[in-house]
């Protein structure tokens, strides 16, 4: 993970400016009947829309405040081709606002081009039809639609940003959910602000390049003991440009965590300003970071206290019990079994943690906080830790900005093992965490602020089945099955179970069986023992039917029905939730009356040279018995966009192989 996270994330270098080319859009008002009467563009000739050009700019220059702000601009033009492409009218603008002030949208103007009689018709955006509307206490968009959309729709739109805060810049997205033939961003920057641009994405840049000049400034600069002094100066200004070219659609495809991880896009953070300005670091180190949430009432604070206002909880569920592990566990059953989540994001509390004992019910902060403080109240090694969510995007080792993170789960450690605990979920055992948890990098919220890898590689999920059918006097197969899901299957069994009921569940489950099947008997064991993976045992009653030739799957609907990678082409990495290992394995007595007249070849196949990761198939025939074996074992769980045919193929043949039948051949 940290080998890729390094070539996905990376310093942009630049070349001096060389090439002049610009889009055909730059200027407002472009767009002529021969665009609108093209239908099909070469880039992708099954686009729904397609972004003729998108240009954006950022300028950090001096205001009338005598400081600085960022002013941002942005001119797009869109053709709608279908219907699939309406949504490309919606825009919205992302806007940053606290007690200091509010970014602001100027200039906004908008208009729809159709063709009508061989002649173009404009139709304005409309100022009541521009609305703003809450994200969060600091988070506002401001929306729009143009109007007047059909199918051959231009769309033509342009905005200004102005922001104070000049560590706020949004990133530019070079890619979207339509293919874009021009992308280009351009940011001028005094040379006494040092800005770091992370790239991110497998585009590659058409135009990256720098100039630099010299420009006046003019600025009211406080040197913190509540004096200020006002000066004129001259410095270096550079001037960046960025363009990306015929950049196709990035479509999300099976085994994916975050399409956001992988939108090729630059990022801007503000790391320092220099002389002649009060030199000032803007960049945090990751011990500041986790002081900081430390010291913070909303989230570490209160474990520095004594909370003995935790006693009449944690001294019954911890009594009599001498071993760290096992005490551990009782406080985390108590606090999973007794507490109701409120909601699964975000790093801070909104209520105190003796609210959140009160009431029985927080956020999943909230809960694993007080989790962390009963740990450490019994006097265990506890303490929390911040991650991001596969759904919520990558955070970067070299990124220390609480932002990256959306998740808090309790980090247990003793006799030098560490046990991470999420005490949020009704459904998790003691010691495991969502697969959804295990994206890389995380940070141990402690004075030295570790860092810890929760790589989905290292989860295994094994999971083993065992058939075995036998004739019955009526003619039937009976089929007996003993089978243990792995650690996360288990956990959707146990959700399937409690929406539908056990009764609903098999009915499932006989469907892979064919119509004719009836489930017998069915038992799952270890429901509601969360630390174990659920074993399933049932009896199935089979018609083989009788006709002169039957086919028979040895699978018997536990193989792979489809290639879960359908895309002739992946341009990032596939991202699957976890390593697995599945074995099938199958003693069936032959149909009476029927011989064996032909079984599928055995092979074995390597997905990597060492053998690591197989497909092994074994078939047999031996008086009248067939004896079968199927495992497929993917020993790492993360695959960089090179090997993705090799994964492809290997795939397509599981599929094919666990599709092949026995032929049986009624006796003569």
Known sequence: MKLYCLSLLCIVTFNAFSQKEQSPFTKWG????????????????????????????????????????????????????????????????PLYINNDGEEKVMNLRGVTYNLENGQIVQTKLEKSSIFKE????????????????????????????????????????????????????????????????????????????????????????????????????????????????????????????SIDNHISRIEFQLAAQSQPLTPRTFQTTWAELTKGLLESEYFGSVLKNGNNWLSDDVKPVSANVTSGVEKAKKIYTYVRDNFTCTGNEGIYMDQTLKNVLKSKKGTVAEINLLLTAMLRYAGLDASPVILSTRKHGYAFEFSPMTSNFNYVVVQFYDNDKAYYLDASDAKLGFNKLLSNCYNGHARIVDEQATAINLAADSLKEYKAT??????????????????????????????RVKEKGKEEFFKEVQKDFGSDAKIIEPVIDSLTEYDKPVKLHYGVELNPGDEDILYINPMFGEGYKKNPFTSAERSYPVEMPYATDETFVLTMEVPKGYVVDELPKQMLAKLDEEGASFFEYRISHSSNLVSFRARIKINRAFFMPDEYQTLREFFNLVVTKQNEQIVFKKKK
Do not use: C
């Not at 200020?228 to 479509?251: C, H, I, N, Q």
């Not at 004739?471 to 959707?492: H, L, M, P, R, V």
């Open 30 to 93: 472009r767009v002529s009947i021969t665009d609108l009467q093209k239908k099909v563009y070469s880039l992708d000739s099954n686009a729904n829309a397609i972004v003729l050009s998108d240009i954006g700019s950022a300028v950090v220059a001096g205001n009338s405040k005598g400081w600085f702000s960022i002013v941002s601009k942005r001119h797009a033009v869109v053709h709608i081709l279908n219907k699939n492409g309406y949504d490309e009218a919606n825009v919205e603008i």
């Open 466 to 495: 065992l058939l075995i059918v036998t004739n019955d006097d009526k003619g039937k197969w009976i089929g007996n099955i003993n089978q243990t899901a792995g650690y996360y299957e288990s956990y959707d069994i146990r959700d």
């Open 134 to 257: 809450k994200v969060d206490k600091n988070r506002i968009k401001q929306k729009f639609t143009l109007p007047g959309i059909k199918e051959g729709s231009i769309i033509e739109y342009e905005y200004e940003v102005s922001s104070d805060f000049i560590w706020n810049l949004d990133p530019w997205l070079f890619q979207g959910s339509v293919p874009e033939l021009w992308s280009e961003f351009s940011f001028t920057v005094p040379q006494f602000f040092s800005y770091n641009f992370l790239s991110r994405g497998y585009h590659a840049m058409y135009i990256n390049e720098r100039k630099e000049r010299t420009d006046n400034f003019n600025i009211i600069d406080s040197r913190g003991t509540g004096a200020t002094e006002r000066f004129s100066f001259s410095a270096g200004v550079t001037d960046y440009r960025w363009v990306m070219k015929d950049v196709p659609e990035l479509k999300e495809e099976s085994f994916t965590s």
